[in-house]
RNA sequence: GCGCUCAUAGCUCAACGGAUAGAGCACUUGACUACGGAUCAAGAGGUUGCAGGUUCGAAUCCUGCUGAGCGCACCA
C-alpha cells in the first residue's frame, strides 16, 4: 500500500501552489509550515516574501488566502494574523480521514526514507576481557535505535560490533594467566585480572617485555597463545551475549567484528598509506599530518598508524575496517556510535581514508557523538568507592525497583509475569532515560527518577499504550476502524488526531539528525495527548454510536503509533502492566 | 596554546530563525461508586551566562568576553 501523505505534506503542496499563483514573482518562496499554538499550522515564509518583495506582508498573506481557499479542501479555515502570519485550521473530516487511511496500512502509511542505500552502522564496542560499563549503555542504546528506526526507513544497516579484541593488554593477560595461574573462568575474574596483570605490566619491566613478547606470539599464530586468546574472546562474547539478551537488542554474533578480524590487513594499509605518501614516518612511527591540528607546543599531532615498535595503532583497524566496509560490504554511508571524545581521531580517520581514496565522494563518513554519563555530583559517573560501574549492576537495579512497583501495584502477578513486566519497564525505562537526552549532551544519570514511574518516563507512554488495551480489549472486535467523518471532533480528539499524522516526520528528523530524543518527545507528547482525550472523551460510553466508533479508530491508531514507536526505540510496549 | 562541545525555571531537560521560551521532578490546590489515579485539571516558578552585531523577527546565526567539560605522539 502506497504510503499516505501526512496533512502538513498536504498542506504544504497546496500552499506552495497557492503562492505560485499569488506571488508570481517569489514562487519558489518557502512557506515555512508549521505547527502553531493559535490554530493547526502557521506560515511563516511571507513575511520574508514580503520583505524580499518590497510588499506590505498581511495584503500578500491575503493574496495568498484566496488562492488557497480553491486549492487546500482539507482546510476548513484561514486567516491572515499579526504581521502577516496565516494561520489554517483543518477540517475535521480530513484528520478523520487521515486516521483512518493510517490504520488500514500495515505500516501506519509512513513512507521509506528518500535515497535508501546501505549503512554501516558501529556502534557498543566493549572491550574483551573487560565488564560492560554505564558508557557502554550510550553506545548500545542508541545504536540499537538507530538501526531500527534507519532500516524501517528502508535502509539496509549493517551492525557492527568493533569489539576491542586485540592488542597489548592480550600479551598481558595471557602472560600473567599462564605465570600466577589465575582462573579468569568468566568476565568478572577476566576483568580483575586484567587490572592486577596491568598493575604488573607497569611494575615489573621484565613482566613487561614478556608480555610483549606474547603479543608477539599471538600475532605470529603461536598455538597456545592464540587458544588462550580464543577462550578469553569467547567466554566475553558469550556474557556480551546475555547482557544484549536483557537490554532487548539487536546486536547478535555475526555482527561483531573486532579489530582482530582487521589484524590480517593492516600492513597492507600502512604499506599503500606509505607507498601513496598519505602516510610518513616521523620519529620512527608511520604518521599521517593535517592542516591546524597542533598540540600544545605548536607541534603537528599526526594519527599514528604504526607505532614505532612496528605495533599498529587503534587507528590502523580503523581505516582497514572504513576500506572492508566500503569496498567489500558496499556502503553508501558509515556512521560511528562512539562517545565525542573520539571527535578528532575520527576527524583524522576519515580525512587519511579519504585521501587515499578509500573514502570516496559519494561515501559519506560521520561520527555520531554522544555526551557523558554523570553521576549526582556533575562528574563522570563512579560508583561510591570511585570505580566505573558495572553495567549489569545498573540492570539489575532497574529491574528491581519496577519489581517492587509492580508487586505493590499488581499484588496477584504470578511470579514469572512480575520478572517479565519488570524487564519490560525497568530497561525501558533506563533505555528511555538515555534516549530521551539530546545525544551530544552530557546527562546526569539518576536511576531514582528513571524508573520513578511518574512523569516523563518511559513507564508513561507504556502505561498510556496498556490502557488504550484496556479499552480494546472491551471493545466490539470489529468496531473502531472506519471513520465517521461528519461527526464534529472535539478539542482533545483534534489534537490527538494531528499528532498522530506526524509520527512519519518524527521518524524522517531521527533519520537524518540521527537524534533519537526527537522520537522520544513525539511519542512523549502522543502519550500526554491521549492522557488528555481517555479523560475528557470517554470511549466506550461516548454518547453516540458515531462518535464512539471515531474514538476508538483514534485509539486503535494511537496504540499502534505508541507500539511502534516504542519498538523503534527498543523499548518494549505490553498490553498490560 | 590550539581545537571540539556546551551554558535555558530551585533540580533534570525540551524548543527545524517565528507570535506569550515549553515539559517533568519538587512545591501549592482540586478530581477516584474509575473505559486502569503508574492518571488528569489548575497555580506558582525565566532579563535563555554577559556584551555587541545580522534580521521584519534571535534561546537559536555571527563576533568578543566569562565560565564549564573534553581532546591534542605511539593506551584503545
Known amino acids: 500500500m502506497p504510503a499516505v501523505p501526512s496533512l502538513a505534506a498536504t498542506v504544504h503542496a497546496g500552499l506552495q501552489q497557492a503562492i505560485g499563483a499569488a506571488l508570481p514573482d517569489a514562487p519558489d518562496c518557502d512557506p515555512q509550515l508549521r505547527r502553531s499554538d493559535r490554530a493547526d499550522f502557521q506560515v511563516n515564509g511571507l513575511l520574508a516574501a514580503a520583505k524580499a518583495l ?3 506582508p498581511r495584503e500578500l498573506a491575503e493574496r495568498v488566502c484566496a488562492e488557497l481557499s480553491s486549492r487546500s479542501a482539507e482546510l476548513a479555515g484561514w486567516e491572515v ?140 599464530g603461536d598455538p597456545p597463545t592464540v587458544a588462550a586468546w580464543q577462550q578469553i574472546v569467547d567466554e566475553s562474547k558469550r556474557y556480551f551475549e546475555a547482557v544484549y539478551q536483557r537490554l532487548d537488542v539487536l546486536l547478535e554474533d555475526a555482527d561483531a567484528v573486532g579489530e582482530s578480524h582487521y589484524n590480517p590487513m593492516l600492513a597492507d594499509v600502512c604499506a599503500e598509506l606509505e607507498a601513496s605518501g598519505v ?39 580503523d581505516l582497514a575496517a572504513v576500506r572492508e566496509r566500503v569496498a567489500t560490504l558496499g556502503a553508501d554511508r558509515l556512521l560511528y556510535v562512539v562517545d565525542s571524545r573520539q571527535a578528532l581521531h575520527f576527524r583524522m580517520v576519515f580525512e587519511t581514508a579519504r585521501r587515499a581514496g578509500w573514502l570516496p565522494p559519494e561515501v559519506t563518513a560521520a561520527h555520531v557523538p554522544f555526551g557523558m554519563v554523570l553521576g549526582p555530583d556533575g562528574r563522570p559517573f563512579k560508583t561510591r568507592a570511585g570505580g566505573t560501574v558495572r553495567l549489569v549492576d545498573l540492570l539489575d537495579e532497574a529491574v528491581d525497583r519496577a519489581a517492587a512497583v509492580i ?90 488526531a494531528l499528532l498522530l499524522d506526524e509520527c512519519g516526520a518524527a521518524l524522517a528528523a531521527v533519520a537524518e539528525s540521527r537524534e533519537p530524543h526527537r522520537l522520544c ?57
Open 81 to 220: 494574523s499579526g504581521p502577516g502570519f496565516l494561520n489554517l485550521t483543518l477540517a475535521d473530516s480530513a484528520l478523520l480521514a487521515q486516521a483512518e487511511a493510517r490504520l488500514a496500512d500495515d505500516r501506519l502509511g509512513i513512507g521509506q526514507l528518500p535515497g535508501a542505500g546501505v549503512t554501516v552502522l558501529d556502534y557498543s564496542q566493549p572491550n574483551i576481557a573487560k565488564e560492560m560499563h554505564v558508557g557502554h549503555l550510550r553506545s548500545t542504546v542508541i545504536g540499537d535505535a538507530l538501526a531500527r528506526i534507519l532500516s524501517f526507513g528502508g535502509e539496509r544497516v549493517v551492525r557492527r560490533n568493533h569489539l576491542g579484541d586485540w592488542g597489548t593488554q592480550f600479551g598481558m593477560l595471557i602472560e600473567y594467566r599462564d605465570e600466577f595461574g589465575a582462573d579468569g573462568a568468566d568476565v568478572a575474574s577476566l576483568d580483575a585480572l586484567y587490572k592486577t596483570s596491568r598493575r604488573h605490566f607497569e611494575a615489573d619491566p621484565e613482566f613487561a617485555e614478556r608480555a610483549r613478547r606474547r603479543v608477539v606470539a599471538l600475532q605470529a
Open 54 to 56: 518590497g510588499a506590505n
Open 407 to 496: 508487586a505493590e501495584k499488581s499484588p496477584d502477578l504470578a511470579p514469572e509475569q512480575l520478572a517479565e513486566r519488570a524487564a519490560q519497564v525497568g530497561i525501558g525505562a533506563l533505555k528511555y532515560a538515555d534516549l530521551s537526552n539530546a545525544r551530544t549532551r552530557d546527562y546526569v544519570f539518576d536511576l531514582a527518577r528513571m524508573v520513578s514511574l511518574t512523569g516523563d518516563t518511559g513507564v508513561y507512554l507504556q502505561y498510556a499504550h496498556a490502557r488504550i488495551h484496556s479499552i480494546l480489549r472491551k471493545a466490539p472486535a470489529d468496531a473502531g476502524y472506519l471513520a465517521h467523518p461528519e461527526v464534529a471532533l472535539t478539542p482533545a480528539e483534534r489534537s490527538l
Open 279 to 317: 602516510a610518513v614516518r616521523s620519529q620512527g612511527a608511520l604518521c599521517v599530518f593535517f592542516d591546524g591540528i597542533l598540540n600544545p607546543d605548536g607541534d603537528p599531532v599526526p594519527l599514528i598508524v604504526r607505532k614505532k615498535d612496528g605495533g599498529y595503532g587503534y587507528a590502523a583497524s
Open 521 to 577: 518527545t513525539y511519542l512523549y507528547q502522543l502519550a500526554v495527548s491521549f492522557s488528555a482525550f481517555y479523560e475528557h472523551a470517554p470511549v466506550l460510553k461516548a454518547p453516540d454510536a458515531a462518535t464512539r466508533e471515531n474514538r476508538l479508530l483514534l485509539c486503535r491508531l494511537t496504540a499502534r503509533t505508541l507500539a511502534l514507536g516504542l519498538g523503534l526505540l527498543g523499548m518494549a510496549a505490553p498490553e498490560q502492566l
